[in-house]
Structures are given as structure tokens and as C-alpha cells.
């Protein structure tokens, strides 16, 4: 004799519907077309733990980077953003519109007193919705991380295996007025804008004085900063 409750008494809900289509194999990819997108992963520096223990401060500062990121939708850059605990993931089907979100993310994150260190990754991407469900299969993203892990300092670094188009790297175009910049062997997105810049360092020296124990980060974005502001060609050795 069975010694299972019957459904009703279950504390939770049971869809028999779905029950009943258990026998069918459920294939959520099928007919899926992967697509080429160039996905950006940003680290928010220090929300990690503060997640975890300023959990509503958290919150508030991701509200106002929302805020202030949204007038992009106005723009229709095509490039959608997503929030997962202490990090951003951009994805966009073009590089141009995701360089031009990732130097924006930047700047406003500098002005919540937040650093970013991140990845650019280019591949195959799929991203299936079903409901309250979402199954997201990347190179681009896998890539992304990559790149994030291999780099220490705040900044955000391109994949090597992602080609930049030669107008990128104009030596007349100031590099402040530019979205890539080469630096230390990098391909970086800049920080700054014209609207800020020395306003930026300010900003990073006054972090610097209430973190010191994270002083060589700032330190190494202070002269990136300054090599920008100063005009340095910033390009790649042709």
C-alpha cells in the first residue's frame, strides 16, 4: 500500500498539465539560431561583499546607475543590459554601440564611487526565455569572463581575437575622444569623456584617500587617466 500523500495534500502546487508533457522531451534550444554578439562582462569592484553586507546600499547604487544608463534607450543602441549580483553583462549584435555602453558604464559607475574591471568577448550566443526561466549558452560571454580574469587593475580589456576597425586607432583623434585606447599591451575601453576628465581623477583621488588598502588600483588608474588626458597617442606599434 502506497504511503505517499495524494497530490491535494502536497504543500506546493502541481501543474498535472506539465506533469503530462514530461513524456514529451523538452528541447528549448530547438530552432534556436545562435548569433554572433559581442558580450561585455563588468565587475562592479567591492559590490561582492557588499551584497553581502550593505545588501540595501547595493541596491539603491545599482538604481541609480540604471537611472542615469537608461537615457541610452533614447539612442536605440541596440545593446541590452543585464544585472546579475555584483556584475553587468552587455550584449550587443555590434561593437561599436557596446564600446560606446561599456565607456558610458564606466564614467557613471566612477560617479557612485565605483570602479570597473572587465571583458569584452565575441562568439556564438543563444538566449532562451520560457516564463520566469532563462538559459543563456555564450562563447562570447565565456570569453568576456576570460578576458575579466586575466586583468588585474580597473579597466576593461578587449579580447585579442576581436579585430578593431582602423578608425579606432586615428592617430589625429585624441584619445579622450575615443572608444579604444592601447595601453600596457592592452586594447582598453577608455574612462573618460570629454565632460570627464580631470573631474574623473578628482573623483579617484578622493577614493584613494578614504581606501588606501586599494591604493595600487588607483594608482595605476590615476596614470592611465593622466596618459589620456595629456593626449598620449594610446595605439597599437604598427
Not at 528549448?28 to 553586507?53: H, M, R, S, W
Not at 541590452?80 to 561599456?102: E, K, R, T, Y
Amino acid at each position: 500500500m502506497s504511503t505517499e500523500p495524494p497530490l491535494s495534500e502536497l504543500p506546493f502546487n502541481v501543474n498535472l498539465e506539465l506533469i503530462d508533457g514530461l513524456q514529451t522531451p523538452y528541447m528549448p534550444f530547438e530552432g534556436k539560431e545562435a548569433k554572433e554578439q559581442y558580450v561585455a562582462f563588468l565587475d562592479i569592484l567591492g559590490f561582492g561583499n557588499a551584497v553581502l553586507t550593505q545588501f540595501d546600499e547595493t541596491m539603491r547604487i545599482y538604481e541609480s546607475l540604471l537611472d542615469k544608463l537608461r537615457i541610452l534607450k533614447c539612442f536605440e543602441m541596440g545593446v541590452s543590459i543585464n544585472i546579475v549580483s555584483d556584475s553587468i553583462v552587455l550584449i550587443s549584435g555590434a561593437f561599436d554601440p557596446l564600446l560606446s555602453m561599456c565607456k558610458i558604464t564606466q564614467v557613471v559607475a566612477l560617479f557612485e564611487h565605483c570602479l570597473v574591471r572587465g571583458g569584452i568577448g565575441y562568439g556564438r550566443h543563444v538566449d532562451v526565455r520560457d516564463g520566469d526561466n532563462r538559459y543563456v549558452v555564450s562563447q562570447a560571454l565565456v570569453n568576456a569572463v576570460l578576458v575579466e580574469k586575466t586583468i588585474r587593475w580597473p579597466c576593461v580589456a578587449i579580447d585579442r581575437a576581436i579585430e578593431i576597425a582602423p578608425k579606432h586607432w586615428c592617430p589625429r583623434t585624441e584619445p579622450i575622444r575615443r572608444s579604444v585606447v592601447h595601453y600596457q599591451g592592452l586594447n582598453l575601453v577608455c574612462p573618460l569623456n570629454l565632460f570627464w576628465g580631470s573631474t574623473a581623477i578628482n573623483r579617484v583621488e578622493r577614493m584613494k584617500e578614504r581606501f588606501p588598502e586599494h591604493s595600487d588600483k588607483f594608482d595605476w588608474l590615476l596614470v592611465f587617466a593622466e596618459q589620456i588626458l595629456m593626449g598620449a597617442e594610446l595605439i597599437p606599434d604598427t
